[in-house]
DNA sequence: CCTACCGATCGGTAGG
DNA sequence: CCTACCGATCGGTAGG
């Protein structure tokens, strides 16, 4: 049924905000219900219970498939191009929705990371136009393994916006701006 | 009063290992009560309120302060040398105890990050052993800012770990090693 | 430092 | 899909 189906939907969209913004034990599921138009009751004939909904939100929107997916509209002639394009994208990315981040934290201390495995194995990306285009400017980069590289560009990126949470925005001057890291990544990188 | 004194860091303690464990929400007085020998009423002979405790644990604990102390065991004669130790010595240290991070976590996600301006205001260390040994060896390396380069170093350690757990550790082989991260790292920083 | 207790809220069920 | 309700647990207080 269509009615079902959307509802269902309502449910998964108002859990994931809020599993996101207040975390899984503080988000209720009457305040989930309420955020879908319904009542709490009415959840229990779509899921079984509350942990469920967090598996299928979890998997639905593991920050990894997401990040892959903002990569795959990255463009650039060269390597360095590309690479600094795919840099800023990603910072520019995660620092409008911080969001992406919150719901693996919420999965790493409120579930244990029991439910990382299963994520990863349901919905891996079979084919990545990022990589793609990284594999056929391979020249310009040294030789190092596509993944290990794939992981080094998101790595630095998260280390760039974590440090940032560390020590909170305020006195981000003296610790260096964007560009400055991306010119240490670049100079690890490229040949 | 010594007594006093000694509840007051049982509690502490206590709750830092269970809001660690399982989050701030997942932490009831009565457990962290338990934990600490005593009965739930009588924290507040020590704490306003719960919300009290965490910001304390928080201030006390802060990962940040935690990895500048394990940076200044380091050594080394040359900045390579000293720069891979500090990468195996993180990378060891935050394997082992993945709660460093967990607290962080949870004050994002649970408290929106709103103890972090005060935590940093509050201890942030005078002076640091490790960033006076990467003053004198300043020639080994790039024109970069040492705060920058201190960035890099421990945002590289973040990110490897960060994205073992993004992808579980199962499929680990194939985003490569600990040792080929560093090679990038050290290739972006030394001259 | 404790026992005893408060109102509020939780996840989930019964029954229609 | 709802109303009404369950037992359990929460943070916090009173009073000694």
Redesign the pocket.
Known sequence: MN??DS??K??LESAYSLFVEKG??????????EH????????????????QIFEVVFIEKHPMFRILEILDSIRGATAEELLTNAVNRLNKELRSEPALLNLFFVELVEMDGKHVPRAIKTNFPTDSNFIKQIYEKKSEIRDIAIPVLIRFLIGTIFAHIMFNWFIGDSSSRRWGTSAELNDVLLRGILR
């Open positions: 009615n079902e509802t269902k309502q449910i899984y034990r503080g988000s209720s599921m009457r305040d989930i219900a879908a138009g319904i009542k709490a009751a009415s959840i229990y004939n779509h899921f079984e219970n509350k942990e």
